[in-house]
């Protein structure tokens, strides 16, 4: 878009006073010319079609190569932020594309300046012709005006008629010469308008709805009524979802990798929208309901952590501008991150990094999850929340985070068994339905993906989280080891 805009924006500011002088001398001029000899004057003219011809054979070729110099800058850009990105340069290092990602880097290069050299080229045999034909023009009125002066049949006409309708005549091209100029840098900034509004024109599919309704959010019940989502129409994901949190409940949502429970609770906050079916809060659609409102009142911890360039408090009053400092404190402890803060040299002022790269990803977490604490939301979303963390952190957090869940309908998606037995009740996402639910052991007592997941995943975590606890012989004895 920035490079599009600066490519306009010449042509936008420059265009209009040249229009206006150039369009004055040319009146003038024509007026000038007219009534000293029209027919000198006709004459004169004949050259200017002959101009506009190939002016828009150029106009229409600079208008096909700045589209494609313009698209393969967009990839050279895209291959700059790819790999220079944290994470990216990161990537690139570890498997050795140092080489590839340079190569590949060059020649976008290339291609980008051989299309924006044959650009730079595309007007050069225009001017030629251009200059050509404003040679004739003179050459014409001097053979006219000399046949005309020889037979004699018009006494108006003088040498110095002539002489000064040729001076008057080169006064006449250069405007012509400058607007057809214009005319191809108006087709050439077309093609980037185009590629701009391509861009702007794009529907807004999620929209806050005319006159949404603010409905309390604060422990009603969400409802999922016969849910399809899909990306992609060939690939469907959730065909059939139904389930109801009651208010204040805290259900926890498994399944298999992939099955799509971050994608069943992007749709409360309509990060997503449902292809058919409903979501409502309180018997709401979450469509009905006033964007801002909404999202509001939910409050998030995302799988992947996200933290902007800027300090820890930056980050933190992300979540609510307005923050005391003992409320941000607060929140840290609670999110068991204060101490870490404090015992950094600058404290809440420690910068965090292109997207928190100074911190680790344990790090991240608590802050994301203080982030959340702060904004102190109606609901509650949380998404592998405690996914990074080791286990003396997550039982620290998860004090906090059950003490969050308490008055207020949360959904919890999780790995970990410990998580997971503490919700009213488990929600198995498989197959695009929720394919069981119900408490632990009843889901266990079904023997179907439940149990699988609990014998392939949660068991493996449960083994290595509490070796020799109590649970685990508690284990081992219900399946008869
Ligand atoms: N923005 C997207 N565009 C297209 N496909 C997507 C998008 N996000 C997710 N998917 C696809 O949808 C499916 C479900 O994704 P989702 O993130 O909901 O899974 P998940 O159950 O949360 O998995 P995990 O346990 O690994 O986090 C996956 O197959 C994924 O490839
Ligand atoms: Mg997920």
New binding site residues.
Partial sequence: MNTDINGVSSVISGTLTSIVSNVATLVTTLVALFTMSWKLALIGMVVIPLLIIPSRVVGNTRFRLVTQSHAKQDEMNQIINETLSVSGSMLVKIFTREKKEYDNFVQKNEEVTKISLKEAQSGRWFRVVMGMFTQIGPLLIYLAGGYFLIKGNDPALTVGTITATVALINRLYRPVESLLNLGVDFTRSLALFTRIFDYLDRPITIKSPENGQTPDLHCRDIEYKNVEF???ED?P?LTDVSFTVPGGAAYA?V????????????LIPRL?DTISGTVTIGGVNVRDIDLTWLRKGIGVVT?DTYLFNGTVLENLRYAKEDATMEEIEDACKKAAIHDFIMSQPKGYDTEVGNRGLKLSGGEKQRLSIARVILKDPEILIL??ATSALDSISESAIQEALETMMKGRTSLV?A?RLSTILKADKILV?AGGVIAEQGTHEELLAMNGVYRDLYETQFRTVIDYETADSEEKKENDKAEGK
Wanted: charged share 15%.
């Fill in positions: 899909y990306y992609s690939k994901l949502i399944g298999p990798s992939g099955s799509g429970k971050s994608t069943v609770v992007n997503y799988q998404d592998e998606i790995h996402v």
